[in-house]
């Protein structure tokens, strides 16, 4: 058995360590480097201000430039090349653009808009198109799907940025700066297996993550398993509690009984960010998305943007909500301000009031029951915000939400924001397991160790070294091996 033991642990290590080696050494980039994406408050400090003047066609005649068969689920007014335009929201992660002036659906866009688009995401830089792609290393997220395929544009000189612009509305989508692509092929790219992405592997790619993580697990809890049986109270004859008299094996040794329990946690709660097999699908029943219905009698978009500048706000962007049976107008500025006012008048309000919140969130579950409503005022172990380059960066995280929770068969909870009226945050009884075992066993994301940095940096980081030095010793021991046998 102890041999079965060891050679399984010897052979498994050649190859497994390497890629071991490889995540710690990325993940440490990660803590402060992450992959390239373009978060709300981006999106709108590098939007114009939208006036009144010459502006708009009404958002009912712009939903009915559309083809038939094309029922909308969102609506925003915003600034592309074209100028203002409408952006629809349709099925399946699909988008459509109609031109708020024109008031005609934009084709597929082209260099020339592509361009005019990069121009107004970075003013005064200079510019340089360098083509059309479905995917590359910096756009791999399913979130882009609706909107290959990408023109991408250089912006700026000397530390030129990649601006990744949609095919199908016009908006930059995705920047990457030289720093975040520098960093990224020894961060994220690496850590994410991303050099078998758009290749032949591209298939396989979520299964082999899986598989490697699976086999990475094994290894690390036989190597302790093996380490403690090769750890000894009493002395060998070299004087040691460890049998190896080379240097390397016994670095190797000793390290992995320090660092191997958070070896195998780090890559179990790795996997676990995987999903794997489906084992945090609990199969709730999603919240009710409400369809885009406008009021007959809405003010159109110029008297919008005209009574918002009234009361002393410049939009960027607006979106159209609902309230259960009522039209709001969403607003925001550059500086990631909010602004909500009826879609019927112009009598703005500074949120939703709670009750109204709470009525329209119970008819998000019409086949439960809310069992308990909470103003929240604080993050808490479950609702929390993260720095914006993290996995979870993007993810808006308002304070005060609404916390509500139902009987449903999955224990659905939703985190409702009073100044959107959207639902910002769903969780349910496996998703809240996820959060253990991947977030709070990954990323160390609680909230102690998150408010006292730099604390938490030197765990994460000597952390990251232990499991590295565990890694690369088994990397050069199973190659000595090899060669003796070669």
Request: charged residues 15%.
């Amino acid at each position: 058995m102890k041999r079965t033991l060891f050679l399984t642990h010897r052979w498994l290590g050649i190859l497994l360590c390497l890629f071991m080696a490889l995540w710690f050494l990325s993940g440490v980039v990660m803590m402060y480097v992450g992959y390239p994406k373009l978060t709300q408050q981006e999106h709108l400090q590098h939007l114009p201000g939208l006036t009144g003047n010459g502006c708009c066609i009404t958002a009912q005649a712009a939903l009915a430039a559309l083809p038939p068969g094309n029922p909308p689920q969102g609506l925003r007014l915003t600034t592309t090349g074209s100028g203002p335009v409408y952006i629809v929201t349709l099925g399946k992660n699909r988008f459509a653009a109609v031109d708020a002036r024109a008031g005609s659906v934009l084709p597929m866009v082209e260099e020339a808009l592509a361009l005019r688009s990069a121009a107004v995401f970075a003013p005064g830089q200079s510019l340089r198109y360098l083509g059309q792609i479905a995917e590359d290393a910096w756009t791999h997220s399913r979130a882009l799907d609706g909107h290959r395929p990408l023109h991408v544009v250089e912006a700026g000189d000397e530390r030129p940025t990649l601006l990744y612009i949609s095919g199908s509305t016009g908006e930059v989508v995705r920047d990457a700066s030289l720093t975040e692509r520098r960093w990224n092929w020894v961060g994220a790219w690496l850590h994410w297996l991303y050099p078998l992405r758009g290749g032949s592997l591209d298939a396989w790619w979520t299964e082999i993550v899986i598989y490697l993580s699976v086999a990475s697990n094994v290894l690390g809890a036989v190597g302790l398993w093996v380490g403690i049986l090769r750890w000894r109270r009493r002395h060998y004859a070299n004087g040691s509690h460890s049998p190896y008299r080379a240097p390397l094996a016994r670095w190797h040794h000793w390290s992995g009984l320090v660092f191997g329990g958070l070896v195998v946690t780090w890559i179990l709660s790795g996997l676990m960010s995987m999903n794997p097999w489906r084992i945090f699908d609990s199969g709730a029943v999603r919240p009710v998305r409400q369809l885009l219905q406008l009021s007959p009698s809405g003010l159109d978009s110029a008297d919008q943007l005209a009574c918002l500048q009234r009361n002393g706000f410049e939009a960027s962007e607006l979106s159209w909500t609902r309230l259960g049976d009522t039209g709001f107008i969403l607003a925001r500025n550059a500086r990631g301000e909010s602004h909500l006012q009826p879609e019927t008048q112009c009598a703005p309000i500074a949120s939703h009031d709670f009750p109204a919140l709470e009525q329209a969130g119970a008819a998000l579950l019409p086949g439960a029951r809310v069992i308990g409503t909470t103003i929240q005022q604080a993050y808490d172990w479950h609702y929390y915000a993260r720095e914006e380059h993290t996995m979870s960066g993007h993810q808006e995280r308002p304070l005060p939400v609404l916390k509500m929770q139902f009987d449903d068969s999955a224990e659905t909870w939703l985190y409702l924001d009073p100044r959107s009226g959207a639902v910002v945050q769903r969780s349910d009884r496996l998703g809240r397991v996820k959060r253990v075992l991947f977030a709070l066993l990954h990323s160390w994301d609680w909230a102690p160790l998150l408010a006292n940095r730099p604390l938490w940096d030197v765990l994460m980081v000597l952390g990251s070294l232990g499991g590295f030095i565990v890694s690369v010793s088994g990397v050069l021991l199973g190659w000595r091996r090899l060669m003796r046998r070669g």
